[in-house]
C-alpha cells in the first residue's frame, strides 16, 4: 500500500476497514453534528498572511509545556477505546507517541492501564504522558485512580470538565452502540467497583461537580493540572484561581453540546483572559499544519488531535499513528517556512486573517 499523505486520507481509509459501528463513534459528533463541521469550517475561515526575505534558513518546532517537553507543538488529546482500532490499543498510540517525541495524554477511558501505557512509551524511548480525568464524584475513587496515575509516572493531570452528562451522539443512537466489545473494559476503573462483583467500575459523568471537586484535586496532587474543555473566559480565569496549571480549550470534537462555536473561534478571548498566566492548549478540527499554525498565532502554545491518531491507529496501527504525527510535522514546518518564521513562538495574531 502506498503511504497516505494526508488526514483525510486516513479517514477514509479508517472508513475502510473499521465496524461502521465503530467508524460513527469515532468519527460522529453530537446531535447534529454543527460543532463538529464547526470546528473545521472555522479553519478555512482564517487565512494566513505571511512575511518574506526575513533570512530564517533553518527551523525548530521543539516545544515546553508544563514540566513536559515535545518535539513540537502538537500533542495526542485523550480520546477512549484504542483497542476498537487496534489490537495493541493504547500501546500502539504510546509507541507512536514516543517515536515521534511528543505527549500522549492517555484517557480515564483508556483500554490499556496508565502504568502499561507509560511503560510502553519508555521502552520507546521517551515522550511524556499526561493522564486525562473525569472527575468523581466520590473523593476516594479519585484519589484512587490519580494516585495509580501517579505512581505510573505520567506528568500532568488533565481534568475534563465539558461532560456533567454523555454526550448525545445520534449516530451512536441509532447503530445500538452502547457495550464495549467483549474483552476490552477501561483498565483504569479495574478494582474500584463499589460492588464487589463489578470488576470494573463505569465511569462516572455527573452534573452535581462544582469547583469545589477540582479544589479537592488541587489539594491531592502536586502534578500540573490542565483543564480541558472550558468556553467561557471567566472559567478560564475560574479555573485558574482553583489552580489549573493550563486550559485546554475544547468542545471535546463536537461531541457534547452540539452548537457551541468552534474552538478556534473561542480562543482569541479565553488567550485575552489568560493574559499569559498559564499556556492555553486548543484541540478540535485540526487536520492540517496550517490549522496548527492559525491556532498557535491566535496564541495557543500547542495543539491536540484527537480522531486523526484514531484514524491511523484504524489504518494501520502503530506505524499508521506514527505517520498521522510525521504528516502534520512535516506540514508545519512546511508552513512555517512559507510564513518566513523560525520557530512557533514567533507567531502572533498578525499572521492570521480573518476572509470577509
Ligand atoms: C472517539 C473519541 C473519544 C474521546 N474520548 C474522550 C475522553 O475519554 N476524554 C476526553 O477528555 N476527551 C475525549 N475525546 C475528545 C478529545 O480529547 C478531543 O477533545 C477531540 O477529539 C478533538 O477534536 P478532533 O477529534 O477534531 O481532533 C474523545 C474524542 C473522540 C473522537
Ligand atoms: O466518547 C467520548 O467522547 C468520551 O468522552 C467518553 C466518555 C466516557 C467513556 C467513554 C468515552
Redesign the pocket.
Known amino acids: 500500500m502506498n503511504t497516505l499523505i494526508t488526514i483525510r486520507e486516513y479517514e477514509t481509509a479508517a472508513r475502510a476497514v473499521l465496524d461502521p459501528v465503530h467508524f460513527d463513534?469515532?468519527?460522529g459528533g453530537a446531535r447534529d453534528e454543527v460543532t463538529l463541521r464547526e470546528?473545521?469550517a472555522a479553519y478555512a475561515r482564517l487565512a494566513l498572511l505571511p512575511r518574506v526575505l526575513r533570512g530564517n534558513p533553518k527551523r525548530t518546532l521543539e516545544t515546553r509545556l508544563l514540566n513536559s517537553r515535545a518535539s513540537m507543538p502538537i500533542i495526542l488529546?485523550?480520546?477512549?477505546?484504542h483497542k476498537l482500532m487496534t489490537g495493541d490499543g493504547e500501546l500502539a498510540t504510546a509507541r507512536a507517541a514516543a517515536a515521534a517525541d511528543t505527549i500522549m495524554?492517555t484517557?480515564?477511558?483508556a483500554t490499556v492501564a496508565v502504568a502499561d501505557v507509560v511503560a510502553a512509551a519508555r521502552a520507546a524511548g521517551g515522550g511524556d504522558v499526561w493522564f486525562?480525568l473525569?472527575l468523581q464524584t466520590r473523593n476516594d475513587i479519585t484519589a484512587e485512580i490519580v494516585s495509580r496515575a501517579t505512581d505510573a509516572g505520567v506528568t500532568a493531570v488533565?481534568v475534563?470538565v465539558d461532560?456533567p452528562v454523555l454526550g448525545a451522539g445520534d449516530r451512536n443512537i441509532r447503530n445500538g452502540f452502547t457495550d464495549l466489545p467483549p474483552g476490552l473494559a477501561c483498565e483504569n476503573l479495574r478494582g474500584l467497583g463499589g460492588d464487589p462483583t463489578d470488576r470494573v467500575r463505569s465511569i462516572e459523568l455527573s452534573a452535581e461537580l462544582s469547583w469545589e471537586h477540582l479544589d479537592r484535586l488541587r489539594a491531592l496532587t502536586e502534578l500540573p493540572i490542565v483543564l480541558?474543555?472550558t468556553a467561557h473566559p471567566d472559567d478560564a480565569r475560574l479555573g485558574i484561581e482553583h489552580g489549573a496549571d493550563a486550559i485546554m480549550v475544547?468542545?471535546?470534537?463536537?461531541?457534547q453540546l452540539d452548537g457551541i462555536p468552534a474552538t478556534v473561534d473561542l480562543l482569541p478571548d479565553v488567550v485575552a483572559a489568560v493574559d499569559g498566566r498559564v499556556p492555553v492548549l486548543v484541540?478540535?478540527?485540526?487536520r492540517r499544519g496550517t490549522d496548527v499554525a492559525k491556532a498557535l498565532a491566535l496564541g495557543a502554545s500547542a495543539i491536540?488531535?484527537?480522531?486523526?491518531i484514531?484514524w491511523g491507529l484504524a489504518a494501520a496501527g502503530e506505524q499508521g499513528a506514527r505517520n498521522v504525527l510525521e504528516i502534520l510535522r512535516s506540514e508545519l514546518d512546511h508552513t512555517l517556512a512559507l510564513l518566513g518564521v523560525e520557530s512557533p513562538a514567533e507567531l502572533g495574531s498578525d499572521w492570521v486573517v480573518t476572509k470577509p
Not at 488529546?77 to 477505546?81: C, G, I, L, Q, Y
Not at 484541540?283 to 485540526?286: C, F, P, T, Y
Not at 491536540?304 to 486523526?308: L, V
Open positions: 463513534y469515532v468519527s470546528n473545521e488529546s485523550p480520546t477512549a477505546f495524554i484517557g480515564m477511558a486525562q473525569y488533565v475534563t461532560s480541558k474543555g475544547s468542545n471535546h470534537g463536537g461531541r484541540d478540535g478540527g485540526i491536540g488531535i484527537g480522531r486523526p484514531m
